[in-house]
């Protein structure tokens, strides 16, 4: 499979980056060669400098034999046209416009319907606002994904030394849990993801990801003794963007919000588009002002500057003055790993975001969502099980299953199953997968109707 | 550097190089010569030591390598190669020393051709062909074979292709390393078997054919008779050897193009235009030079003597038809000339290759052009794409490297007794990968006579050539070593 990406930004390098790793034909265009010299040393994919709304450069890069082209690039305009060049070369070609623009919101779904030559629209701010309200909402959680229209939930929690859990076997679980329906999907430990089996044992300072039924959600999270503190207050540093979005939804929730940003203009822009939000002009990092503005009451600092150490330290600092708990905007793929070190424990990023949507878009088979765990290491994914394929009809213990990848749920209707070995999955059930990195090749063929491979 | 990957990679390319074995001892199965039982031990050897070296490192396996190992790798790959093929000769007779078995094995694997056997027709043919095999493997690069064959080299095999095939500009025909190195090999065996046939519908026979298809498409020059080409005293054979010489000595990414359907491939290149250019134009500067200076009396004699020594040597593949030190000064002068050019970047031949002259010129002319307009912003294009400084510098420097390694390695080779003219034609001939020298190393002699110190330079002369000094010279740099 052929994928040509358009823009070798962060977005770009990552998408890339993971495709080239699952053995796709990749092929990256930009106009800047230092960002493509930076994606040739570090991953097997194809580079073409130029630009990539060019037709001659779109037909050098094979857009005839592309299966999908990306339109990543930081500007809008040239996302746009890309695809529409694109489309008068090879109509073929599925194409997936990355569009910021929060003019552009409304007409996401006229663009995927009507117009002829973009067939998907995404803009990661919308998810990223999604995601730190998910955060928000579930306490302890540091990663939180949704299935099933959200349904179930599957949620990242960190496990503290005096948790009940702490140095339980899995296979001991049940007893522990009682009847209520709990499943261990992934454990990091050590920045290494495991999948584990009844044999693993947690142990404090284990990052847990569990699948829970929405409605049991704070059942399940008081088994790790997390409990539930309702959000009243929120603070935004930064009015940005996705400032403004997050600020407007919590003002649809009746949150009493604040925000503090840096430019008097902005503010006055914010001020003006926003009812009864409280903007601040002035820097968030600034200790005097947080503490005027009681940052001690605060239940959730939100840090959303377009400017990753700004971020990071506010984030400290509004902790050590009071505040609940900080969501942190970081971009920089690289500082992930040092988040926790630094006591930075929840985290969002618009490009994970986007590449999880495009993710989601790339996948074969019917597959309605994906999400990629911290460190990208693994994927949790949720598809339709077609009639063909070979994950249907059979008890899942005798299926042959890649190494490293659970089946995690199965949504049947209105019923939802935690599965065993014995369970069968039937044909058009949505099945929620859990997969290692390096089994997502080996589940892809699973889910893809067989007919593909002949 | 983690050495333990690079013995791991080293090793399996050990082993793998023993696989390969099976090739010559089959042919010595089949005729029962004396070559099966040296082959059954270098190949038992080659094969356990590789097998050892790859499971005992396996733990060193990393998921990328660095620019720095993949130097390392291919060239310490290639020397252990050269060392591990060198094991069949080594074994045969004890007429073999240690020197003469690795000369022989490196000029194999860097398709240089160069000899030291003075009656190549006495050995079993087993051997004969593994001379001519292991051509045949070097000439596309042994290592982007193994990233075509073995699955767990995909993720750092961009480094070594890199680091093998060191074009100025480096082309990706597939946007996966592992897809564009099994087309390299495709076109390359494809076009092989097409010269394989041709050769046997001229009458020779199929052993011979098929050691000399091995040797013409990697521009290697090993031949089974003591006269090289000159023995089979055919038009046709020596025309379609022409033919396949001059495709070995076009880049390969254009032969993919060709046969993907674009005819006009060749001519849209520019440097193709001045490698065929140059072919032709020589080609009827030596005819002319040869029937004013009366060594062939008919046109087509001397076109047919002329053409073959001009692209065997300047595709660096050294098979001989004539001996042209017996030819007029000018016609040497263009072999010589034609030693240092070499075939084009991207093709198996070696030499100094068409497209680092045609920028260097092109740089010259930019020089010359700021004397007169020197408020003039200029770019160096080469068909229609701007040369980036980055790739300016590396081919001037590559350009420079080349003259002082030939200089200094003259000088020394020399100075181990070798004469003037001889250490001249020696140097040039390894380090471009070419056979044949001037004066004792000239096409109808060979390199017997060069002392035990002096064959070791021209060895390491050869591997120079075949991995373009660069990822050779590196592993010399002290910086490189630091930690």
Known sequence: MKVLIVGAGEVGYHIAGRLALENKEVVVIDKDSDALRRVSENMDVQTINGSGSSPSVLTDAGIREAEILLAVTNQDETNLVACLVADLLSPSTKKLARIRGADFDQYHETFREQVPHIDTVINPEIEVVKTIERLMRVPGAVDVGEFADGRIKFVGVYLEPDARLAGVRLSELPGIVGKRRLLIVAVVREDELIIPTGKDQLLPGDLVYFISEEKELHDALSIFDKHAEPVKRVMIIGGGRIGYRLAVQLEAQSIYCKIIEKSAERCSVLAERLNKTIVLHGDGSDQNLLNEENIGDIDVVVTLTNDEETNILSSLLARRLGAGKAITKISKFSYFPLMTAIGIEQVVSPRLSAINTILQHIRRGKLLSAVSLKGEQAEAMEAVALETSEIVGKPLKKISFPKGAIVAGIIRGDEIIIPTGDSVIEPNDRTIIFAHRSAISGIEKILAVKLEYF | ?483
């Open chain 2, 1 to 483: 550097m983690r050495w333990q990957y690079i013995i791991y990679i080293v090793g399996a390319l050990i082993f793998f190089l023993g696989l390969t074995m099976v090739v010559p001892l089959a042919c010595g199965f089949l005729y029962a010569d004396q070559s099966v039982l040296p082959l059954i031990k270098s190949m038992a050897a080659t094969i356990l030591i590789g097998g050892a070296l790859f499971l005992a490192f396996r733990k060193g396996r990393v998921a990328n390598i660095s620019q720095r190992e993949g130097m390392a790798i291919v060239t310490l790959g290639w020397t252990a190669v050269g060392f591990f093929g060198a094991l069949p000769f080594y074994l045969a007779s004890g007429e073999w020393v240690l020197v003469d078995a690795v000369f022989e094995s490196v000029s194999g694997f860097t398709t240089t051709g160069a000899s030291i056997l003075t009656n190549i027709e006495a050995l079993p043919k087993g051997l004969l062909l593994w001379r001519s095999f292991i051509q045949w493997l070097g000439g596309m690069g042994i290592i982007v074979l193994s990233i075509a064959i073995l699955p767990f080299l995909g993720v750092g095999g961009m480094q070594l292709y890199k680091a093998e095939v060191p074009s100025p500009v480096p082309d990706k025909l597939k946007p996966r390393i592992r897809d564009t190195a099994t087309i390299l090999w495709k076109v390359y065996a494809l076009f092989s078997a097409a010269q394989l046939i041709l050769l046997m519908l001229g009458g020779m026979s199929f052993f011979d054919a098929l050691c000399h298809a091995f040797t013409t498409m990697p521009t290697g020059g090993f031949s089974t008779m003591n006269t090289s080409v000159a023995h089979f005293d055919s038009a046709y054979l020596d025309f379609v050897i022409i033919f396949f010489m001059v495709l070995a000595g076009i880049n390969f990414s254009l032969h993919y193009q060709l046969l993907r359907g674009q005819p006009l491939a060749f001519w849209r290149d520019r440097e193709c235009r001045f490698f065929l250019g140059a072919v032709l134009v020589l080609t009827l500067l030596v005819s002319c030079d040869l029937l004013s200076a009366e060594i062939y009396t008919t046109i087509g004699d001397a076109i047919r003597y002329g053409a073959f020594q001009v692209v065997s040597i300047i595709t660096t593949t050294g098979f001989a038809t004539a001996d042209y030190e017996a030819w007029p000064a000018m016609s040497q002068h263009i072999l010589l000339a034609c030693m240092f050019l070499g075939a084009s970047a991207g093709s198996t031949g070696g030499g100094m290759k068409c497209l680092r002259i045609m920028l260097c010129f092109k740089y010259c002319y930019k020089e010359l052009f700021a004397l007169v307009h020197p408020r003039a912003i200029t770019t160096i294009k080469l068909g229609g794409h701007t040369v980036s400084e980055d790739v300016m510098r590396s081919v001037l420097g590559f350009l420079a490297l080349y003259i002082a390694l030939f200089g200094i390695s003259t000088i020394v080779l020399a100075g181990f007794g070798v004469d003037f003219v001889t250490a001249f034609g020696a140097v040039a001939a390894t380090i471009g990968n070419i056979g044949p020298g001037f004066g004792d190393v000239g096409p109808v002699e060979n390199y017997a006579r060069i002392p035990v110190m002096g064959k070791w330079l021209l060895i390491w002369c050869m591997l120079l050539g075949r991995l373009e000094i660069y990822t050779v010279l590196i592993l010399l740099v002290p910086e490189f070593w630091r930690k």
